[in-house]
DNA sequence: CAGCCGGATTGATCGACATCAATTCCGGCT
DNA sequence: AGCCGGAATTGATGTCGATCAATCCGGCTG
């Protein structure tokens, strides 16, 4: 790997603050790789040799069984990929695949496992990465069991205008059959459901989404701190562990004021 | 905490291993208590000031939104929980409730991370657990999506037969009311789910289930190793991140045979 | 520019699951 | 034993989402 490269891995929040001799061990035969749209990296059931640190693009992980499929999560950068299964060296449960051009950064597992033996930090640092996509799973579950497709969508749209900063225009980051999919829907209940949100202000044209009436999509989104995680990612929240905490932190000085749980 | 609750501790799989100066401090303010059925042990939002190790007992971990409430998962012994929020030190995202009476440890969450930071031993159990409960989270998201109530019934009973390493007989462990929110549904219809089961060898008395025609009940079920784990839970197998191993090896062992995966 | 192709939308219909309501079953209690 | 209350079951009906089918649209190519 070119040392270029190898400054810009040392700012990855998974490297940051570990002695320098994990972070060789850890870089040790890592490689940084370009891969075209909807390359297939990983299918499911195969076993893991790298994790995957996707630095520019889009990835998408899903999931199929018995001719149907669906999508699990997608992700943008940083972050880190297949990481539980290179902890415990075990088979992928779902397959990878870029939706664009991506840059990654493959590190051997057995390098990330020693590390992780090595280095206290190092392996505290694995551990909050994992804490953040189980915790994003969590969420992800929630949302599923106890809302519609509609209220999913909703709140998609919520999350989407906190994350990228914005004010009351929002870009869908993916093609709407795969958002559909993501949503656990079908692509036609989706535009339906895009359809139901017009009576509550939301207006789509392409990939551009209006939100003209914020208050009106909150009331039926009913956005919650403990399914939404509405934390900004632009600024120095880079991966899901310090959005985790964003939320936690913003809960707690909020206090419930916005929403209120019931008492009991 | 009496010494010889110390001494049963020291022989769980989260501090096996571990240095004696972690185990101290990571046990230091530990306390083993018991508590009634249907105990209320943390509601979601609220912040985390402990790790719950379940010794003895049932642990139901549940969550709501506007009115509706599903069940994420039941833990029986052993399994620590809200480890997530304990190692970022963030609020809960799920309410747990005891469903019987428990015997459970609590460790103070600051002895956690602080032991984390001094063992990379011990770090790397806890991310070994983490692990466990996300690539659990990543099934059970699987198995929602992807399947229809029925076919995760039957992929339920098929479980349960293989945990509990019985032969055509097996045991519900829960109320059928828990067990239809476990698996999405509602008592209802997993009443007439075991109905259409009938028909592929199921017959339901109570709580004990006659599984008379395996073939035809996985003819329907169509389990699959990356989404349900067969793992026998009786012999040195305790954690789910032990399950998630044999998982992986078994599958690499009988390398498809059994469950052949479209070519690709 | 015409043609083409994949994604998106719209409409009609179907199936799965939820809801509401009425019994029935079962365990614990007096 | 008889009673009581919550759980489980069963039936009737409604709602949501899936499926099938037919355009519509936008971008790309020949």
Redesign the interface.
Known sequence: MRSSDLERVKTLPMFANIAPDTFRVATAGANLQRFPANTTLL???D?VDFLYVLLEGQVELH????D???V?AILRPVSTFIL??V?????A??SARTLERCEILMIPGDAIRTA??????F??A???D??G???G??????N????SGVERLANYLLVLRSADNAGSTVRLHHEKRILASLL?MTPENLSRAFGTLQSHGVKVQGSVVQLTDIPALEALA?P????DNHAPRDGDILID?DA??W??EW??ATM?KLAP?KAG
Chains 1, 2 share one sequence.
Do not use: Y
Not at 116 to 121: F, P, T, Y
Not at 144 to 147: D, E, I, P, T
Not at 224 to 227: A, G, N, R, T
């Open positions: 299918r499911e059931g076993p999931s199929g069984w018995d149907r499929e669906t699990i539980a299964a902890v415990l060296d075990a088979d449960l779902m992780m033996q090595l280095d206290a930090r392996a505290v694995v551990s909050r994992l804490v996509a189980f915790r799973m969590v969420r992800a579950m929630k599923h069991k106890l809302r656990g009913k919650d701190p403990l399914i562990a985790e905490i939320s936690s809960n707690r419930g749980r």
